[in-house]
C-alpha cells in the first residue's frame, strides 16, 4: 500500500503542477500532507516535516547568501566582461546562444555546485534570451541538463556517494566514466544546436550592433501632422516589453551600482570563494555567508547601500528558500512513512532473475527514475547497496554497478526534489511545469546516451 501511494502522491504532484493547478510550494506542502494522512500517520507529520526542514537548512542558509553573494555580483559588473564576450561569440545568433548557454553552464558547472552554475549561467544569459525573444525554458533546459552530465564530477556528490556506499575509491568510478559523460556532453551541446537552430528559424536574428545599441526609455519623433509624440525605441525585432528590469540592463555602463575599480577584488573574492568550496575548507553554507558579507562591506560601505542592495534580491531569496523549505515537507514525508525505502524495495524485487547477469544495465536504467523521484541521499544510500548484493549473486562488480548509477544525473539535476533547479526557474522567471515539461524528455535521452556510451566502451 506505501509503495501504491508513493507513487501516487509524486504522480499527484507532478500533474497538478505540470498543468499548472497548484504553485510548485502549494503542492509541496499541501500534497505531501494529505497523503500523510491517507497513510494513517497524520499525528506523525510535524516530526516528519521537522526533521525534513533540519535536514535541508544548509542547503537553504547557502542559496540564501549565494543568491546575495552573486547578486552583489551582477550589481557590480563582475560578470558584464562575460556577458560582451558571449555576445561577440553569439553574433546575436539564437543557435549560438542556446550553444554557448551550453558550453557555459558545462564550465561554470566544474566547481561543482548546481546553485553556482545557474545563478551565473543565468546572469550572464538572461538578459540577451530577453533582448532576443527567446525561448526561456530552451535556456533552463540547456543549462539544467548540461549540469546533470558534470553533477558527476567527484566532488558534485553523486560519485562520492556512490564510493561511500559501495566503500569503492571515487577515482576508481570516475575516471573510466570520462569517455561516456564526453559522448553525454557532446550529445547536449548538438542537442543544443539543434534547438538553437529551432529558435532562429523562430524568430530569425538581429546584427550584433542592433543587439549592442542601448535601450533609451522613450525617443520624440514627429507626426505626419508636426506633432510630436513618445514611441518605444529600437522598433524591431530585438524590443523587449515590460519594465525596465526585463530589458537588456546587464550591459548598462551607466548603472550606479557598478564598481569599476574593485573588479579584480571581486573576481579574486570569487575564484577564492569557489576554491574553497572544491576544497571544502568550511561548510559551503558557511563559506557564502562570509563572501556575502565581504562583498557587501567592500562594495557598498554605506549601511544605506547595503540596504539597498539586499532589498533588491529579496524576492530571490524568499522564493527560492521557501521552495526549499516546501521541498522539506515532501522529503520528510517520503522518508519518515516509508514511502521511499517500500517504492525502492518493490522495484528492486520486480526485476526479474533472467537479468541477474545484467544488474549493471539495470542499475542505469533504473538511476533515471529513481534520482528523479528521491534524491541523491536516498537512491545512493538507499537503493545502490541493495542493487550492488544482487549484482554481486550473479557476478557483476560493485564498480560497474557504481558507474551505471551515476548516468541518471542528466535527468536528476531537473527534479522537483532537487533545490537548485528552483534557482534556476526562478532567475530565470519560468514556471516549474513549462521547464518540467521541456527538459524532462532530453535529459532522459541525455541520460540513455550517457548509458549507452557506457556500454559500447565497455565501462559498464
Not at 551550453?102 to 533582448?131: C, E, N
Not at 524576492?315 to 521541498?327: P, R, T
Amino acid at each position: 500500500m506505501l509503495t501504491i501511494l508513493g507513487f501516487a502522491m509524486i504522480a499527484t504532484f507532478l500533474v497538478l503542477i505540470m498543468m499548472k493547478k497548484m504553485s510548485p510550494i502549494a503542492a509541496l506542502v499541501l500534497i505531501p500532507a494529505l497523503f500523510c494522512v491517507l497513510v494513517g500517520q497524520g499525528a506523525q507529520l510535524g516530526d516528519y516535516v521537522i526533521e525534513g526542514v533540519g535536514n535541508l537548512a544548509p542547503t537553504a542558509a547557502m542559496l540564501m547568501f549565494a543568491i546575495v553573494y552573486f547578486g552583489v555580483m551582477i550589481d557590480v559588473g563582475l560578470f558584464d566582461p562575460i556577458v560582451r564576450g558571449i555576445l561577440r561569440f553569439c553574433k546575436a545568433d539564437p543557435m549560438r546562444v542556446v550553444v554557448g548557454t551550453a558550453v557555459l553552464a558545462a564550465i561554470v558547472s566544474l566547481d561543482g555546485d548546481g546553485s553556482t552554475t545557474f545563478m551565473i549561467t543565468v546572469s550572464a544569459m538572461y538578459p540577451l534570451y530577453k533582448r532576443l525573444k527567446m525561448s526561456l525554458v530552451v535556456m533552463t533546459g540547456v543549462a539544467a541538463t548540461a549540469n546533470g552530465v558534470m553533477n558527476t564530477l567527484p566532488w558534485g556528490g553523486p560519485t562520492a556517494r556512490a564510493a561511500t556506499a559501495l566503500k569503492l575509491d571515487a577515482g576508481d568510478i570516475f575516471v573510466p566514466m570520462i569517455p561516456a559523460l564526453g559522448v553525454g556532453l557532446l550529445f547536449v551541446f548538438a542537442l543544443a544546436y539543434v534547438l538553437g537552430r529551432r529558435e532562429r528559424k523562430r524568430l530569425g536574428y538581429l546584427t550584433l550592433d542592433e543587439v549592442l545599441e542601448p535601450e533609451p526609455e522613450t525617443v520624440l519623433v514627429t507626426a505626419g501632422g508636426g506633432e510630436d509624440r513618445p514611441k518605444a525605441a529600437g522598433g524591431g525585432a530585438g524590443d523587449v516589453p515590460g519594465n525596465a528590469d526585463e530589458g537588456f540592463q546587464g550591459l548598462d555602463p551607466n548603472r550606479p551600482t557598478l564598481r569599476p575599480k574593485l573588479y579584480w577584488f571581486n573576481a579574486a573574492l570569487t575564484v577564492g570563494l569557489l576554491t574553497a568550496m572544491i576544497m571544502e575548507v568550511l561548510p559551503i553554507p558557511v563559506l557564502f555567508l562570509i563572501g556575502a558579507a565581504l562583498a557587501l562591506t567592500v562594495n557598498f560601505p554605506h549601511m544605506p547601500d547595503q540596504k539597498a542592495r539586499i532589498a533588491a534580491h529579496a524576492d530571490n531569496v524568499l522564493n527560492v528558500a521557501g521552495m526549499v523549505f516546501a521541498a522539506a515537507v515532501f522529503t520528510g514525508v517520503l522518508t519518515g512513512t516509508g514511502m521511499v525505502k517500500h517504492m525502492a524495495d518493490w522495484l528492486v524485487g520486480a526485476i526479474p532473475d533472467a537479468m541477474g547477469p545484467h544488474m549493471a544495465l539495470v542499475t542505469g536504467l533504473l538511476s533515471l527514475p529513481l534520482t528523479y523521484f528521491m534524491s541523491n541521499d536516498g537512491f545512493y544510500f538507499g537503493v545502490l547497496p541493495v542493487l550492488a548484493e544482487a549484482g554481486a549473486a550473479h557476478g557483476v562488480g560493485p564498480l560497474e554497478i557504481a558507474r551505471a548509477s551515476l548516468v541518471g544525473q542528466a535527468l536528476h539535476m531537473s527534479s522537483p526534489l532537487v533545490p537548485a533547479v528552483y534557482v534556476l526557474v526562478g532567475m530565470a522567471k519560468v514556471e516549474f511545469g513549462d521547464h518540467t515539461r521541456f527538459t524532462v524528455k532530453w535529459a532522459a535521452l541525455t541520460s540513455l546516451v550517457v548509458l549507452g556510451a557506457g556500454i559500447l566502451f565497455g565501462i559498464i
